[in-house]
């Protein structure tokens, strides 16, 4: 076998094996364990194993009793700004995109805060990665779009809004542009087809498609 060959073979091998897993941690700790793991993977050089952590936080407003935006004064500037504070949608979660070997398992699962992995039996056997369509919901809440979904998605699926204001509205997609990363979802309003676009992060395939 070439050497340009056996490189093929091997670079085949490891798309095969990337995956994501479900790291366990404690609440509020999410983001040191991200940091801490980020580092463990760059002080031991194997930034080819492991990938892309995912803390799923994001700012949120923070509202008064009658649901009014709460300011602030910068401190920097003085001038009074929108109040804003960190949520986490899954909290005591982390999001791994990585490739399991003996080595990435005992680092992980040897980083300060992380409580364990989802998917592992224990006893030595390593845990199972996250379906595809299990971590895709993730990545969209974190506007995060990869190539690889846009093959999931064609002319005719069945698709659910879930974000904006047609929020849960059902249709059928019309049209997939890939360069723009948009669909166009045929959906019904008030008795009437209407066509809708959307991101590839604001939909969901419809279960139990026929």
Request: aromatic letters at 8%.
């Amino acid at each position: 076998m070439t050497d340009e060959l056996e490189k093929e073979v091997n670079d085949e091998d490891e798309e095969e094996v990337k995956a994501w897993y479900i790291i366990n941690t404690f609440a509020s700790k999410e983001r040191q364990v991200k940091e801490d793991l980020e580092k463990r993977a760059k002080s031991m050089g194997i930034q080819d194993k492991i990938f892309r952590i995912i803390c799923a936080e994001h700012e949120v407003p923070v509202l008064d009793e009658h649901g009014k935006q709460k300011m602030v004064i910068d401190k920097k500037t003085g001038e009074k700004v929108p109040k804003m504070k960190i949520e986490n949608d899954y909290p005591r979660y982390l999001f791994v995109e990585m490739i399991m070997t003996d080595e990435t398992w005992f680092i992980v699962r040897n980083t300060r805060g992380v409580s364990g992995i989802t998917g592992s039996s224990g006893k030595g056997a390593k845990p199972f990665p996250v379906p595809r369509e299990e971590i895709e919901p993730v990545l969209k809440r974190m506007n995060i779009i990869d190539s690889d979904m846009y093959s999931d998605y064609k002319e005719g699926d069945r698709v659910k809004l879930i974000t904006g204001t047609w929020v849960d509205a059902e249709g059928e997609i019309t049209s997939v542009n890939k360069e723009t990363s948009e669909v166009l979802v045929s959906v019904m309003l008030f008795g009437r087809p209407q066509s809708i676009k959307a991101k590839f992060f604001e939909i969901e395939k419809v279960e139990n498609q026929k």
